[in-house]
C-alpha cells in the first residue's frame, strides 16, 4: 500500500523492500513485493531478483528459488554469480543437493562466472 500516493515505486524501492525481507527472513512477503513489481509494470532487473533469490536462500525455500529461476529465464533476466550462489545456497540448505548441482551445471552452460 506504499504506492497510495507517497512513494512512487521503480525498480529502486522494489528491490529495497525485497531486500529488506530478505534481511528479516521474510521470503514469502518478498516473492509477493516482486510480484507486486510486475504487477505495476515496473520491469524486474538481475539486482531485483537477486535480492529475492537471497530471500529465499535465507528462508530454505528451493522450491521457491527454482521458480524464481524460471521467471527469471522466461523474462530474459539476466543472471550472474550472485544469482547462482543464492539459488545453489537455498537448494543446499533445503537438503536438494541434486538440484544445487544442476543449477551449478546450468550456471556453467550459460557461461556465468
Given at each position: 500500500e506504499m504506492v497510495a500516493g507517497r512513494v512512487k515505486m521503480n525498480a529502486l524501492t522494489f528491490?529495497?523492500?525485497i531486500s529488506a525481507c530478505a534481511e528479516n527472513g521474510e521470503w514469502i512477503v518478498?516473492?509477493?513485493?516482486?510480484?507486486?513489481m510486475a504487477a505495476s509494470r515496473v520491469e524486474t532487473?538481475?539486482?531485483t531478483c537477486n535480492a529475492?533469490?537471497?530471500a529465499c536462500e535465507k528462508g530454505r525455500a528451493w522450491p521457491a528459488?527454482?521458480?524464481?529461476?524460471?521467471?527469471m529465464v522466461a523474462r530474459g533476466v539476466?543472471?550472474?554469480?550472485?544469482?547462482?550462489?543464492?539459488l545453489v545456497s537455498a537448494c543446499e540448505k533445503g537438503g536438494a543437493w541434486t538440484l544445487a548441482v544442476e543449477v551449478l551445471a546450468d550456471m556453467d552452460l550459460r557461461s556465468i562466472p
Amino acid at each position: 500500500e506504499m504506492v497510495a500516493g507517497r512513494v512512487k515505486m521503480n525498480a529502486l524501492t522494489f528491490t529495497a523492500a525485497i531486500s529488506a525481507c530478505a534481511e528479516n527472513g521474510e521470503w514469502i512477503v518478498a516473492l509477493q513485493v516482486l510480484a507486486d513489481m510486475a504487477a505495476s509494470r515496473v520491469e524486474t532487473d538481475t539486482i531485483t531478483c537477486n535480492a529475492a533469490a537471497s530471500a529465499c536462500e535465507k528462508g530454505r525455500a528451493w522450491p521457491a528459488a527454482l521458480q524464481l529461476l524460471s521467471e527469471m529465464v522466461a523474462r530474459g533476466v539476466e543472471m550472474n554469480t550472485i544469482t547462482c550462489n543464492a539459488l545453489v545456497s537455498a537448494c543446499e540448505k533445503g537438503g536438494a543437493w541434486t538440484l544445487a548441482v544442476e543449477v551449478l551445471a546450468d550456471m556453467d552452460l550459460r557461461s556465468i562466472p
